[in-house]
């Protein structure tokens, strides 16, 4: 069979996952008797669309689920979407603005049919776009974290949790998103420091006796205040704990407090603001101390008529520049620093989010974090890499209950009912006919919906079917690996683990593997802010494809203005796999993914050689290349009688990369595993091997029968492994150059459902690998004398002396010095003793494994041209060292450049030291020649 010409992944990506869903490759059976490996897909947003970090999850995952399922496992990887609550609600909210309309205006029922028909026509998208990556995701499994299914186990994990006391309804202060209008988890909320105001007010005492100086952030709180608190040691403040002040603007008189926990002596005046309504901290206070609660700020970030009426309806910000001036006027503003602070900020809209005082349901951390922290410090649940588990630990054992209500429409509403006659909370698993309390028909549900995460933690099994024993459950849970972004430890992760154990009694996963942070080449983060974000499918598809973003195209082309070329999904996976590595982000460099479709491209050429010189093969039975090695000859695709030194290597090498490829693996170092391939596809197979073999195989001659044959049969088996081995990183390239290669009949449809390669021990030939090394490291020596002496490509080299007195490598040498001569160019190779050696003259020297080459010029070189050459790079070198050593020596430049760039100059300096070293060494060479 024959493949194009030349590589282009579109048309080679084109066909083949339409002929992987067809034939059912992705599915999984639960009632099959393999051995299970099942990976959980983390949902997307059902608003998403697809961005590198999908990009890079699905890679990995993606690789781990078809190495699983070529290695015999009964391979599930279960996809679906998330409802995502808030991105959603806000998504339609915005349509229906445009309208004129609001949430309100059409009624629960009305906007949640606006949601649905906005999913149904939006919500596939980002599915779509998974599958461009090449996902090999069980698609008849696909859920959905509203659908009907998940429903029920909802609710059950909501009722169960309540009856067991781990599910509560109080009155807490909450982080309140004043433009998602709705109460956010405290992991819902970011807090970064940065510089702000910070104001000292005096409030008059009450007796008219002097004033106390109390600091704050937010002044406009001070409208609520019902305390000032002192710290019962404070020296300062002792004769004033038990009196008044008269709060300015208000009027209020407010007592002074001691407390031994609010405030700190050591930081400002040591006296605080106390407003029970607007702080948790002084909340807690406020219940310790039995303060009043006076909420001035309303839920839309206004005053509302609990202050003064000249507040009535300011904004926020507003109300704290009146709060100022008033203070001001009355002489009462003590002072302002600027200080630094770290307001809440939600992290869906950014707005700083309010706190305030709200009836809402928790969810307790405690009971449920302790087992799932023993399963990770038992080793039930290995994270990796290991640096995470600090921060998993960190976050359970100082966990807090879980604020699970949010007050939106979109999402799980809350299975509680409210009833008019009695103070009675019917929480349960269908619709309730009346109070459970005391009887009565007059109820009211809890509008609220559940917090998004309250479903996703239960993704692992009410995917599979829970709260029902099913088969796919049985089969199928727990999983063997969530693979996911660090970022969402807490919100997911260990959330997963504490209801996985909680009411499946088993960890949901025995390995969490945390991928890194994808980042643009300098390292920042990918955001439309820094116009640095690309579209996965812009690399796939160049500027082809139907899907892409309007505007991340315009983003792509200000970084690119001559476009972007089409990668390919296959280019763009081993990029991301060989970027990989544990621990560290990936700074993603576009560029990289032209060099790794080079890559492709260079595996593509090799194959296409490989078809044009295995047109007379008969390939052996397939059979042969996946099972087990018998002692007949007709069992094996090699026949070893017949291999030659380069044969014997390159399948020693292909058992190592099997071996190792396994390993890394394992062990999850997926851009180890990259690396490796690379290596030896590039570099072994075809910068080596390929070259190697050309004189065996274009040998047709009869007497050349045997060795044609074996090199044939070993190319072939070696690329047919590769392809397999790639196939989990690469699926589309591969499928597609292994349904060209010749097989034998019993071969399986697909090489997704080929077996994963073997180490076997009847490749390992030590001796082969040890001997062809030592040949290509004579070779790569001679190359570099060639190239260090300007020897011209098209210049035979007469003869090369060798001079060593090892035995096994004079051995090597003469075996294969076929090889040295067709590789490095070259006619006759002497091998003589070191007296013998020591007396040649005008020969340029070379040194590898122990072996000294030594080399005539004399008439492979123009001497004169060649001395000319070297004292005008000379020269050149001269001028780059004096020219930054003038800037080294420049103590402004020194003092004021970044000292990255300082040390970039010191090391160019080096450079060219050594340059010049190695110049003037050659120099001296062909001087002693010339003489």
């Given at each position: 069979?024959?493949?194009?010409?030349?590589?282009?992944?579109?048309?080679?990506?084109?066909?083949?996952?339409?002929?992987?869903?067809?034939?059912?490759?992705?599915?999984?059976?639960?009632?099959?008797?393999?051995?299970?490996?099942?990976?959980?897909?983390?949902?997307?947003?059902?608003?998403?669309?697809?961005?590198?970090?999908?990009?890079?999850?699905?890679?990995?995952?993606?690789?781990?689920?078809?190495?699983?399922?070529?290695?015999?496992?009964?391979?599930?990887?279960?996809?679906?979407?998330?409802?995502?609550?808030?991105?959603?609600?806000?998504?339609?909210?915005?349509?229906?603005?445009?309208?004129?309309?609001?949430?309100?205006?059409?009624?629960?029922?009305?906007?949640?049919?606006?949601?649905?028909?906005?999913?149904?026509?939006?919500?596939?998208?980002?599915?779509?776009?998974?599958?461009?990556?090449?996902?090999?995701?069980?698609?008849?499994?696909?859920?959905?974290?509203?659908?009907?299914?998940?429903?029920?186990?909802?609710?059950?994990?909501?009722?169960?949790?309540?009856?067991?006391?781990?599910?509560?309804?109080?009155?807490?202060?909450?982080?309140?998103?004043?433009?998602?209008?709705?109460?956010?988890?405290?992991?819902?909320?970011?807090?970064?420091?940065?510089?702000?105001?910070?104001?000292?007010?005096?409030?008059?005492?009450?007796?008219?006796?002097?004033?106390?100086?109390?600091?704050?952030?937010?002044?406009?709180?001070?409208?609520?205040?019902?305390?000032?608190?002192?710290?019962?040691?404070?020296?300062?403040?002792?004769?004033?704990?038990?009196?008044?002040?008269?709060?300015?603007?208000?009027?209020?008189?407010?007592?002074?407090?001691?407390?031994?926990?609010?405030?700190?002596?050591?930081?400002?005046?040591?006296?605080?603001?106390?407003?029970?309504?607007?702080?948790?901290?002084?909340?807690?206070?406020?219940?310790?101390?039995?303060?009043?609660?006076?909420?001035?700020?309303?839920?839309?970030?206004?005053?509302?008529?609990?202050?003064?009426?000249?507040?009535?309806?300011?904004?926020?910000?507003?109300?704290?520049?009146?709060?100022?001036?008033?203070?001001?006027?009355?002489?009462?503003?003590?002072?302002?620093?600027?200080?630094?602070?770290?307001?809440?900020?939600?992290?869906?809209?950014?707005?700083?989010?309010?706190?305030?005082?709200?009836?809402?349901?928790?969810?307790?951390?405690?009971?449920?974090?302790?087992?799932?922290?023993?399963?990770?410090?038992?080793?039930?649940?290995?994270?990796?890499?290991?640096?995470?588990?600090?921060?998993?630990?960190?976050?359970?054992?100082?966990?807090?209950?879980?604020?699970?209500?949010?007050?939106?429409?979109?999402?799980?509403?809350?299975?509680?009912?409210?009833?008019?006659?009695?103070?009675?909370?019917?929480?349960?698993?269908?619709?309730?006919?009346?109070?459970?309390?005391?009887?009565?028909?007059?109820?009211?549900?809890?509008?609220?919906?559940?917090?998004?995460?309250?479903?996703?933690?239960?993704?692992?099994?009410?995917?599979?079917?829970?709260?029902?024993?099913?088969?796919?459950?049985?089969?199928?849970?727990?999983?063997?690996?969530?693979?996911?972004?660090?970022?969402?430890?807490?919100?997911?992760?260990?959330?997963?683990?504490?209801?996985?154990?909680?009411?499946?009694?088993?960890?949901?996963?025995?390995?969490?593997?945390?991928?890194?942070?994808?980042?643009?080449?300098?390292?920042?983060?990918?955001?439309?802010?820094?116009?640095?974000?690309?579209?996965?499918?812009?690399?796939?598809?160049?500027?082809?494809?139907?899907?892409?973003?309007?505007?991340?195209?315009?983003?792509?082309?200000?970084?690119?203005?001559?476009?972007?070329?089409?990668?390919?999904?296959?280019?763009?996976?081993?990029?991301?796999?060989?970027?990989?590595?544990?621990?560290?982000?990936?700074?993603?460099?576009?560029?990289?993914?032209?060099?790794?479709?080079?890559?492709?491209?260079?595996?593509?050429?090799?194959?296409?050689?490989?078809?044009?010189?295995?047109a007379d093969f008969q390939p052996p039975a397939y059979r042969t290349y996946t099972q087990a090695w018998s002692d007949e000859a007709s069992t094996r695709p090699v026949v070893f009688d017949d291999l030659s030194i380069a044969d014997r290597w390159i399948l020693a090498r292909l058992d190592d990369t099997v071996a190792q490829v396994k390993l890394g693996l394992e062990e999850f170092r997926f851009n180890e595993v990259a690396q490796m391939l690379y290596r030896f596809v590039w570099n072994d197979l075809c910068d080596w091997y390929i070259e190697l073999i050309k004189p065996a195989l274009y040998d047709t001659s009869?007497?050349?029968?045997?060795?044609?044959?074996?090199?044939?049969?070993?190319?072939?088996?070696?690329?047919?492994?590769?392809?397999?081995?790639?196939?989990?990183?690469?699926?589309?390239?591969?499928?597609?150059?292994?349904?060209?290669?010749?097989?034998?009949?019993?071969?399986?449809?697909s090489i997704m459902i080929a077996d994963f390669p073997l180490a076997r021990p009847e490749l390992a030939m030590a001796e082969a690998r040890e001997s062809m090394e030592l040949l290509i490291g004579i070779i790569t020596s001679i190359r570099t004398i060639r190239g260090e002496t300007n020897v011209k490509p098209g210049v035979v080299i007469e003869e090369v002396f060798f001079v060593t007195e090892d035995a096994s490598q004079r051995a090597t040498i003469e075996r294969g010095a076929a090889y040295i001569c067709r590789q490095a160019k070259a006619t006759t190779l002497t091998i003589v003793s070191r007296d013998v050696g020591a007396k040649l003259e005008g020969v340029a020297t070379a040194m590898t494994d122990g072996i000294e080459i030594r080399i005539p010029l004399k008439g492979l070189i123009d001497i004169e041209e060649e001395l000319a050459r070297l004292n005008k790079e000379i020269g050149r070198v001269d001028?780059?060292?004096?020219?930054?050593?003038?800037?080294?020596?420049?103590?402004?430049?020194?003092?004021?450049?970044?000292?990255?760039?300082?040390?970039?100059?010191?090391?160019?300096?080096?450079?060219?030291?050594?340059?010049?070293?190695?110049?003037?060494?050659?120099?001296?060479?062909?001087?002693?020649?010339?003489?």
């Amino acid at each position: 069979m024959k493949i194009d010409q030349s590589y282009d992944p579109t048309e080679v990506e084109a066909g083949w996952y339409e002929f992987w869903l067809e034939n059912g490759f992705f599915h999984a059976d639960e009632n099959s008797e393999k051995e299970p490996y099942t990976i959980v897909i983390p949902p997307p947003n059902v608003t998403g669309s697809l961005h590198m970090g999908h990009a890079l999850f699905v890679t990995l995952q993606d690789l781990l689920i078809r190495w699983k399922r070529m290695e015999g496992y009964e391979a599930l990887w279960l996809p679906g979407t998330d409802h995502a609550g808030i991105a959603t609600q806000i998504m339609v909210e915005r349509q229906i603005a445009k309208e004129g309309l609001d949430r309100h205006q059409l009624g629960r029922e009305a906007f949640l049919e606006r949601v649905w028909q906005w999913k149904a026509e939006h919500g596939g998208r980002i599915i779509e776009q998974l599958k461009h990556m090449g996902a090999s995701c069980d698609w008849e499994r696909e859920r959905f974290t509203l659908d009907e299914g998940l429903n029920v186990a909802v609710r059950e994990a909501f009722v169960r949790l309540y009856e067991d006391g781990l599910i509560y309804r109080a009155e807490r202060m909450v982080d309140w998103d004043v433009i998602g209008q709705t109460v956010l988890s405290d992991l819902e909320v970011d807090r970064e420091e940065e510089m702000g105001k910070f104001w000292y007010l005096r409030y008059p005492l009450a007796d008219g006796s002097g004033h106390i100086v109390v600091g704050t952030t937010r002044p406009e709180t001070m409208l609520g205040d019902t305390a000032v608190a002192v710290h019962p040691d404070d020296e300062r403040y002792q004769h004033m704990i038990g009196k008044m002040v008269r709060l300015p603007i208000v009027g209020r008189e407010i007592p002074i407090i001691a407390d031994d926990i609010l405030p700190d002596p050591t930081k400002g005046t040591g006296a605080v603001k106390v407003t029970p309504s607007h702080d948790p901290n002084d909340f807690e206070c406020g219940n310790r101390h039995g303060l009043q609660r006076i909420q001035v700020i309303d839920f839309h970030a206004r005053i509302n008529t609990n202050a003064p009426e000249e507040f009535h309806g300011l904004d926020r910000y507003d109300a704290r520049k009146l709060v100022i001036q008033r203070f001001e006027e009355l002489g009462l503003l003590d002072k302002i620093e600027d200080k630094p602070f770290a307001p809440g900020r939600s992290q869906r809209t950014g707005a700083i989010v309010e706190s305030l005082p709200m009836l809402q349901w928790f969810v307790k951390g405690k009971p449920l974090a302790q087992p799932a922290i023993d399963a990770v410090e038992s080793g039930r649940t290995e994270i990796i890499p290991p640096m995470w588990k600090k921060t998993y630990d960190h976050f359970m054992y100082n966990i807090r209950d879980w604020c699970i209500s949010r007050q939106l429409w979109w999402g799980h509403q809350i299975p509680a009912w409210y009833c008019a006659d009695c103070e009675h909370i019917t929480v349960a698993r269908q619709d309730p006919a009346a109070c459970t309390g005391c009887g009565s028909t007059r109820l009211t549900r809890d509008e609220d919906v559940l917090d998004t995460w309250f479903s996703s933690a239960l993704w692992p099994f009410s995917t599979m079917g829970w709260p029902e024993k099913t088969a796919v459950l049985d089969k199928f849970y727990p999983t063997q690996v969530l693979e996911t972004g660090f970022d969402i430890l807490f919100f997911w992760v260990a959330r997963m683990m504490m209801m996985g154990i909680y009411f499946m009694d088993e960890v949901p996963f025995d390995k969490v593997f945390l991928h890194a942070m994808v980042r643009d080449a300098e390292g920042r983060k990918m955001s439309k802010t820094y116009g640095n974000v690309i579209d996965p499918l812009h690399m796939i598809y160049g500027a082809k494809s139907e899907d892409l973003d309007p505007e991340l195209h315009a983003e792509l082309l200000r970084q690119y203005p001559d476009g972007v070329d089409a990668h390919g999904a296959d280019a763009l996976r081993f990029t991301l796999a060989i970027y990989a590595a544990q621990g560290r982000d990936v700074k993603l460099d576009i560029k990289r993914v032209s060099g790794y479709r080079a890559f492709l491209n260079k595996l593509w050429n090799a194959a296409r050689f490989g078809l044009m010189n295995l047109a007379d093969f008969q390939p052996p039975a397939y059979r042969t290349y996946t099972q087990a090695w018998s002692d007949e000859a007709s069992t094996r695709p090699v026949v070893f009688d017949d291999l030659s030194i380069a044969d014997r290597w390159i399948l020693a090498r292909l058992d190592d990369t099997v071996a190792q490829v396994k390993l890394g693996l394992e062990e999850f170092r997926f851009n180890e595993v990259a690396q490796m391939l690379y290596r030896f596809v590039w570099n072994d197979l075809c910068d080596w091997y390929i070259e190697l073999i050309k004189p065996a195989l274009y040998d047709t001659s009869e007497q050349g029968g045997p060795t044609r044959r074996a090199a044939q049969g070993t190319f072939l088996f070696t690329l047919e492994a590769a392809l397999r081995l790639l196939h989990p990183i690469t699926p589309y390239i591969t499928e597609d150059i292994w349904q060209s290669l010749p097989r034998g009949d019993d071969a399986p449809k697909s090489i997704m459902i080929a077996d994963f390669p073997l180490a076997r021990p009847e490749l390992a030939m030590a001796e082969a690998r040890e001997s062809m090394e030592l040949l290509i490291g004579i070779i790569t020596s001679i190359r570099t004398i060639r190239g260090e002496t300007n020897v011209k490509p098209g210049v035979v080299i007469e003869e090369v002396f060798f001079v060593t007195e090892d035995a096994s490598q004079r051995a090597t040498i003469e075996r294969g010095a076929a090889y040295i001569c067709r590789q490095a160019k070259a006619t006759t190779l002497t091998i003589v003793s070191r007296d013998v050696g020591a007396k040649l003259e005008g020969v340029a020297t070379a040194m590898t494994d122990g072996i000294e080459i030594r080399i005539p010029l004399k008439g492979l070189i123009d001497i004169e041209e060649e001395l000319a050459r070297l004292n005008k790079e000379i020269g050149r070198v001269d001028a780059d060292i004096e020219f930054i050593s003038r800037k080294l020596s420049n103590e402004g430049f020194v003092a004021k450049a970044p000292p990255a760039v300082v040390q970039k100059e010191r090391e160019k300096l080096a450079g060219f030291y050594d340059e010049r070293t190695t110049l003037t060494a050659s120099l001296g060479e062909l001087e002693a020649l010339k003489g």
